[in-house]
């Protein structure tokens, strides 16, 4: 019989093995990875392990190999599993007793006595990591002068973000929730109180929605008029356009997904038409007054929330998923209406998923202005919004996007 505590630790020594050998995502490590976790509390910290592991990861390495006379392979267990050790004591302040008790047995048949050895050192020697986390070189040189605000960024999960319905609420909700309102519509919370118990989910009266992620539906401006909203689910965005007064056609290649989309939109009461379709081969006819494509990208942006991303996207994933976006913006602006509205967006940091083919797009540019972005942000000097983690940092920061417009 596993002691206490063993198999969450046991599931985050899987996802860590996931996002690092296989390149898998968090998200599709997850369901196998905490497979016998009955309650939702070890699953919870099973990832909340492997993401401070994976958030802090060349720091932990650092300290590991202080303390080895040679040092352990990248891909060896006995890291791995120090890892999660160090991610527990220095992060979420595990106490070194439980540390051990709940880590050593997943090296059963193995080096115990290096890895119990590793740790002591560090733990007698007062280790520390430093104020924020360093990117791995590759990341860094990618990111350029950015790099060291988005690091600090990095250091700590971040805060809850919602989107009202109504804008005109913002007041309301704000003193109901206990928040900060970023922006008209916007809210802010401290993160850890659970999603559906708080005031105003089971009303439908607003969504999770990163603040920088509700900023392309934003730049579309209100309706009436068709919009048509691109790889659409979860419905984030659709729920933005529909909220604005859009008639909102919401297509996308999963059908599961776009069930998950229904399943937002009948939550909130707002009105919907779903296509299940892929837009590279979607033979649909009809022009739109606006059209969003928050495109599929390296998601580097979300690097708060999903540190995984700092670890498995590679030169060959960004140039994939570059090519990819130029032949949806190619597709979406054929059926944008003369006058028509196009906004590209997509949550990504570098720099080939976003201003390099928005240079390339054959339509006039509708530059973005300051008085349409929240206080603390503004345009590039091409009209272009690119944000990133470490702006508005005494607001808690936002995640990173790169958004575009232009008109037919």
């Known amino acids: 019989m596993d002691i206490p505590g063993l198999p969450a630790r046991r599931a985050a020594l899987k996802l860590l093995d996931a996002v690092l050998r296989r390149g898998e995502t968090l998200d599709q490590a997850g369901h196998n990875a905490v497979q016998g976790l009955a309650a939702d509390a070890d699953k919870a910290l099973a990832r909340a392990i492997a993401a401070e592991a994976l958030r802090w990861l060349p720091d932990l390495d650092a300290l590991i190999d202080s303390a080895t006379r040679q040092p352990l392979p990248d891909d060896a267990k006995p890291r791995a599993v120090l890892r999660l050790m160090l991610a527990q004591w220095l992060r979420l302040g595990t106490p070194p007793h439980a540390v051990v008790a709940t880590a ?3 090296l059963a048949g193995g080096p115990k006595r290096l890895a119990h050895g590793v740790f002591a050192t560090l733990t007698r020697q007062g280790a520390a990591l430093p104020p924020q986390p360093s990117l791995p070189p590759a990341v860094a040189a990618r990111w350029g002068e950015r790099a060291p605000a988005i ?8 805060l809850l973000d919602l989107t009202l319905k109504d804008p005109a609420t913002t007041a309301e909700w704000a003193e109901r929730l206990g928040a900060t309102s970023l922006m008209a519509g916007h809210l802010r919370l401290p993160r850890g109180e659970a999603i559906e118990r708080l005031p105003g ?5 607003w969504w999770v929605q990163d603040l920088a992620a509700s900023l392309p539906a934003r730049l579309l401006g209100s309706g009436p008029g068709r919009a048509l ?8 965005k659709a729920m933005q356009l529909s909220a604005a007064g859009w008639d909102v056609v919401a297509l996308d290649a999963s059908a599961k997904r776009l069930e998950r989309l229904s399943a937002n939109f009948a939550r909130v009461g707002l009105p919907v038409e779903v296509v299940v379709a892929d837009a590279l081969d979607w033979a649909g006819e009809e022009r739109f007054d606006a059209i969003l ?3 599929p990208c390296t998601a580097t942006g979300t690097c708060r929330r999903h540190p995984d991303v700092l670890h498995r996207i590679t030169g060959t994933q960004i140039r994939e998923m570059a090519e990819l976006q130029q032949r949806l913006l190619s597709r ?6 003369p006058g028509g509205r196009l906004v590209y967006a997509v949550c990504s940091l570098e720099q080939d998923e976003g201003e390099a083919i928005a240079a390339e797009v054959p339509l006039k540019r509708l530059p973005i202005r300051a008085e349409e972005l ?4 503004a345009p590039t000097a091409e009209g272009w919004l690119r944000t990133d983690p470490g702006m508005l940092a005494a607001a808690g920061g936002l995640d990173g996007f790169f958004v575009a417009r232009w008109s037919a």
Do not use: S
């Open 151 to 158: 690091a600090a960024a990095l250091a700590e999960p971040p």
């Open 104 to 106: 050593l047995p997943l």
């Open 229 to 236: 909203d691109l790889c659409a689910a979860p419905g984030g």
């Open 201 to 205: 989910f089971a009303d439908g009266a």
């Open 374 to 377: 929240p206080a603390g942000l």
């Open 293 to 295: 494509l928050d495109a």
């Open 332 to 337: 979406a602006t054929g059926w944008l209406k």
